[in-house]
């Protein structure tokens, strides 16, 4: 049964630094692309990050591009994101997902057409 779970969630200042963690069973990650998305309060899921399963590719929101970074650990079976810089307007729960590929929007989105499978999300708040 392919399963997703997310941690390293938490409670950080403004301009600090997070990783978030998902964590994949079974299924190896390397085959299937990988997604970070996030929903705050009262707004929409929006696409954060995607890397491609076959090369590795990574695709970022503009929203976030230069502060995050998507990475894969095909030895853990675990996909980070390595959030920096981060703003209040990052706070939303994260959710990781996989699936057949990555889509890329016009306007610098990332969207989750190519999404199947998506874990239970893990909490980013940052607040002073």
């Known amino acids: 049964q392919l399963q997703l779970v997310e941690s390293g969630g938490g409670l950080v200042q403004p301009g600090g630094s997070l990783r978030l963690s998902c964590a994949a069973s079974g299924f190896t990650l390397d085959r299937l692309a990988i997604g970070w998305f996030r929903q705050g309060s009262g707004k929409e899921r929006e696409g954060v990050s995607c890397?491609?399963?076959?090369?590795?590719?990574?695709f970022y929101a503009t929203s976030v591009k230069g502060r995050f970074t998507i990475s894969r650990d095909n030895g853990t079976n675990t996909v980070y994101l390595q959030m920096n810089s981060l703003k209040p307007e990052d706070t939303a729960v994260y959710y990781c997902?996989?699936?057949?590929?990555?889509?890329?929007?016009?306007?610098?989105?990332?969207?989750?057409?190519?999404?199947?499978?998506w874990g239970k999300g893990t909490l980013v708040t940052v607040s002073s």
């Open positions: 890397i491609r399963s076959r090369d590795g590719a990574t």
């Open positions: 997902a996989a699936g057949r590929f990555c889509t890329v929007q016009t306007g610098g989105r990332v969207g989750n057409s190519g999404m199947d499978y």
